[in-house]
């Protein structure tokens, strides 16, 4: 096993089938810009995938590509969105669960988890990953962070609700054998040149002290009053 593997967050794929919150139109790529990540993932066993948001284009179009390269991903599905227009659907979620994906969860609105008040906790932190654990016929034990934000009261909800994995957007490099897992996310402005630096993140004993002094303050840091 590699001793740090880079691992990438893909949201949506091509035109967009629902309409998109302000802002969100940035982390969607064109088929070329996700084909291209893909064939320098290709072989690597150190670059792994993963899904946020549970879009249409997750079955529609990344999946045939991922099967095309022999390449295997973990799915971060939205419980609340699931049939929705323009989001996967319980086929979808079949068809990726027979292909070999795995499905973790995203929570149920594709809320802020700093701001969770009342019923939200509950909903977001432990019934997502029980009813996709019902759709998918198997434990959901990891999840993805919305919007990569958390602080520690959010860390210690999910480690109450059993969640044996945790992925944020905090950049960088993960460690196997950890709980917490920064990924990179991909931006609509992503150039071919740029996609080596994505799988190769700079290891500089400076870039990495800055990133780990970075997730230090999120994790530790209390609630927003
Ligand atoms: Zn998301």
Same mark, same amino acid.
């Given at each position: 096993?590699?001793?740090?593997?880079?691992?990438?967050?893909?949201?949506?794929?091509?035109?967009?089938?629902?309409?998109?919150?302000?802002?969100?139109?940035?982390?969607?790529?064109?088929?070329?810009q996700f084909e291209r990540v893909l064939d320098?993932?290709?072989?690597?066993?150190?670059?792994?995938?993963?899904?946020?948001?549970?879009?249409?284009?997750?079955?529609?179009?990344?999946?045939?590509?991922?099967?095309?390269?022999?390449?295997t991903a973990e799915f971060f599905l939205l419980?609340?969105?699931?049939?929705?227009? !323009? @989001?996967? /659907?319980?086929?979808?979620?079949?068809? &990726?669960?027979? *292909? %070999? +994906?795995?499905?973790?969860?995203?929570?149920?609105?594709?809320?802020?988890?700093?701001?969770?008040?009342?019923?939200?906790?509950?909903?977001?932190?432990?019934?997502?990953?029980?009813?996709?654990?019902?759709?998918?016929?198997?434990?959901?034990?990891?999840?993805?962070?919305?919007? !990569? @934000?958390? /602080?520690?009261?959010?860390?210690?909800? &999910?480690?109450? *609700? %059993? +969640?044996?994995?945790?992925?944020?957007?905090?950049?960088?490099?993960?460690?196997?054998?950890?709980?917490?897992?920064?990924?990179?996310?991909?931006?609509?402005?992503?150039?071919?040149?740029?996609?080596?630096?994505?799988?190769?993140?700079?290891?500089?004993?400076?870039?990495?002290?800055?990133?780990?002094?970075?997730?230090?303050?999120?994790?530790?840091?209390? *609630?927003?009053?």
């Open positions: 096993m590699p001793d740090s593997v880079v691992v990438l967050t893909v949201h949506g794929i091509g035109a967009p089938k629902r309409s998109l919150d302000p802002g969100e139109d940035r982390t969607w790529v064109t088929v070329d320098v993932a290709v072989g690597r066993r150190d670059v792994r995938l993963t899904f946020d948001d549970g879009n249409e284009s997750d079955v529609e179009l990344a999946l045939p590509r991922l099967l095309e390269r022999s390449l419980a609340g969105r699931i049939g929705r227009s !323009g @989001s996967v /659907d319980e086929a979808g979620v079949r068809a &990726l669960l027979a *292909a %070999g +994906m795995s499905v973790g969860s995203h929570g149920w609105d594709h809320v802020d988890w700093r701001r969770l008040g009342g019923d939200s906790v509950a909903r977001e932190i432990v019934e997502a990953p029980r009813r996709l654990a019902e759709l998918t016929g198997r434990p959901v034990r990891r999840v993805a962070i919305p919007f !990569g @934000s958390y /602080d520690r009261v959010v860390l210690s909800r &999910l480690k109450e *609700a %059993g +969640m044996e994995r945790v992925y944020t957007s905090d950049g960088g490099r993960s460690v196997p054998g950890r709980w917490v897992h920064p990924r990179t996310s991909l931006h609509d402005d992503l150039t071919q040149a740029a996609v080596a630096g994505l799988v190769d993140p700079p290891r500089t004993v400076k870039a990495t002290a800055r990133r780990a002094a970075a997730r230090a303050v999120k994790r530790w840091r209390p *609630a927003p009053g």
